[in-house]
């Protein structure tokens, strides 16, 4: 479980650096790559609202910007009291560089409550995981 509290732990601390004014509602994202690095991303809103980026958008940027291939597993935790799944957008992200072990793993703050794989949260998908 060693990795699971790491993930956790970065992704509690990139949401202290999230930027959203506007919905006041801030998220951290961490990915664990198949390089075994951990890649994190924060919600990076913007006043002209479509402009803002997801927490899942920006770790997964970070990941490929790094040279990650594959996510083995996504962490999403927000300042809110209920749990955060990735939005449609971030599932066809996540999707993307995804395989069927692929874990999606949500957490509030005080630790992971829920897990899932990808094929749960985006069935049917183009792709096949
Ligand atoms: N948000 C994320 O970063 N990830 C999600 O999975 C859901 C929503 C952000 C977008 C926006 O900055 C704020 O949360 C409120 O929707």
């Keep these: 479980m060693k990795n699971y509290h790491q993930l956790f732990t970065f992704a509690r601390n990139a949401l202290e650096n999230a930027y959203a004014p506007y919905s006041r509602f801030r998220v951290g994202a961490a990915v664990e790559a198949d390089d ?7 919600n990076v809103e913007n006043v002209s609202y479509p402009c ?3 927490a899942e958008a920006s770790a997964i940027a970070a990941m490929v910007c ?3 291939k ?11 009291s209920s749990l955060v799944t990735p939005c449609g957008a971030c599932l066809q992200r996540i999707g993307e560089f995804a395989d069927a ?8 703050r005080t630790g992971i409550q829920q897990t899932f794989k990808i094929a749960e949260l985006l069935p049917n998908a183009f792709k096949e995981f």
Excluded: F, K, M, Q
């Excluded at 072990?101 to 509030?108: G, N, Q």
């Design 101 to 108: 072990d692929t874990e999606i793993l949500l957490a509030d």
């Design 70 to 80: 594959t996510i083995r597993r996504i962490l999403i935790t927000s300042d809110g």
């Design 36 to 42: 075994g690095r951990i890649y994190t991303g924060c």
């Design 66 to 68: 790094g040279g990650g």
């Design 52 to 54: 803002g980026t997801c």
